[in-house]
């Protein structure tokens, strides 16, 4: 650590402290990355999710890994959901 009156040596990277800036979101305006991902995601879940349904539609009762599996793609798809919505970029834009 340097005393807080010492210059910084040439090329060297100055990072911000605590509170000084807020921190960026990730898909932070552009609404055709958004869209991109989160109907990505969307696409992903409903391809996961086909596959034990497939078998249970054959008659076979759900195995373990099968409701492991569709419990998982209706995580992918909430995320997808979730990154489509944007509610937290929504809150941050109502704030003066």
Do not use: E, N, S, Y
């Given at each position: 650590m340097s005393p807080p009156g010492a210059e910084a040596a040439p090329g060297a990277v100055s990072v911000p402290g605590p509170g000084s800036a807020s921190p960026r979101p990730l898909l932070s305006g552009c609404w055709s990355c958004r869209l991109l991902s989160g109907a990505g995601l969307l696409m992903a879940a409903i391809w996961i999710y086909q596959g034990p349904r497939s078998t249970m539609r054959k008659g076979v009762p759900p195995s373990m890994g099968a409701l492991a599996?569709?419990?998982?793609?209706?995580?992918?798809?909430?995320?997808?959901?979730?990154?489509?919505?944007?509610?937290?970029?929504?809150?941050?834009r109502r704030e003066p």
């Open positions: 599996q569709i419990i998982f793609a209706a995580g992918v798809g909430a995320w997808g959901i979730i990154i489509l919505a944007d509610p937290m970029g929504k809150q941050r």
